[in-house]
């Protein structure tokens, strides 16, 4: 059976949400080297890549201060440190992708989804600016219909508010969708917003296994969501072009946001930075 099966009792999702680093891309290595070149400039020791993949999964504010600290436990970091250590952090990582690669078996799964008719939206905690050319230089950016980044909305995961916001403007039921993600962070927001969760055991969840947060279910691979035909070792051959079965809204990564009701609802509407070439 499926994973998505398993977690919607036999059926399929109308809605996909993921997570970004540690779940869809491996981008350890490029925040390990931005870290550790920004320990440097404040004349620090370096904490090395096994070290930052415990620090990643609640935002770069916090990465930066687990770095300062050299811990998971960064409260005796001060503003004034972390306002100077992330201004050099932000201009190191601009653009540095080059060590970052998506995990065995995204692509094939986006493809798949895509050929299908799922809609899927990208929630990360990521800084927006980070986003676009990270989704470029991997080319699965064509992929979601919504992407909303760290800094998007007032809120980050564990809030469930993106999700919510996602599911509202997908017009889906949180019975209708699911969240995959890696940590500890994504799977309170997915029961916070009422959605199953999957988990993927190989991402970064501070060094501790994801089983422990109790997802609705961890899978090793994404193709164990997608039914026997599809499944994890079998090929997908699928065009790089599917047509999106709706156009994409104009709520991917933002230089300008504001908040509108609409129905009732609040709806994030958002100007899309830049173009996709993906």
């Known amino acids: 059976m499926s994973g998505f099966a398993q977690v919607l009792a036999g059926r399929m999702p109308r809605l996909v949400m993921f997570d970004l680093d540690g779940t869809l891309i491996d981008s350890v290595p490029d925040l390990a080297a931005a870290v550790d070149q920004m320990l440097k400039q404040l004349d620090r020791e370096p904490a090395g890549i096994e070290q930052v993949r415990t620090w990643v999964g609640n935002?770069?504010?916090?990465?930066?201060?687990?770095?300062?600290?050299?811990g998971l436990e960064h409260e005796a970091v001060s503003e004034e440190e972390t306002e100077q250590a992330l201004a050099i952090f932000m201009e190191l990582y601009a653009d540095n992708h080059a060590l970052s690669a998506l995990y065995p078996g995204v692509r094939e799964t986006l493809k798949w989804l895509k050929s299908q008719g799922i809609e899927m939206a990208l929630i990360t905690n990521k800084p927006e600016r980070f986003v676009g050319p990270l989704l470029d230089e991997?080319?699965?950016?064509?992929?979601?219909r919504?992407?909303?980044g760290g800094d998007t909305l007032p809120q980050q995961k564990p809030d469930p508010?993106?999700?919510?916001v996602v599911m509202q403007m997908a017009e889906v039921s949180a019975g209708e969708a699911v969240f995959v993600g890696d940590s500890r962070s994504d799977v309170l927001a997915a029961?916070?917003?009422?959605?199953?969760?999957?988990?993927?055991s190989y991402g970064y969840n501070h060094g501790r296994p994801i089983a422990e947060e109790d997802p609705a279910l961890v899978i090793d691979d994404l193709r164990e969501l997608l039914p026997d035909c599809a499944e994890r070792g079998a090929a997908i051959m699928l065009p790089d072009a599917v047509k999106s079965p709706r156009p994409r809204d104009a709520i991917v990564?933002?230089?300008?946001k504001h908040w509108f009701v609409k129905s009732g609802m609040k709806i994030l509407k958002a100007l899309a930075r830049w173009r996709w070439r993906a």
């Open 59 to 70: 935002g770069v504010r916090v990465l930066v201060r687990r770095a300062l600290a050299g």
């Open 138 to 144: 991997m080319r699965i950016g064509r992929y979601f």
């Open 146 to 148: 919504w992407i909303i």
């Open 161 to 164: 508010a993106a999700l919510n």
């Open 191 to 200: 029961k916070a917003a009422g959605v199953p969760c999957v988990a993927m």
């Open 253 to 256: 990564v933002v230089t300008r």
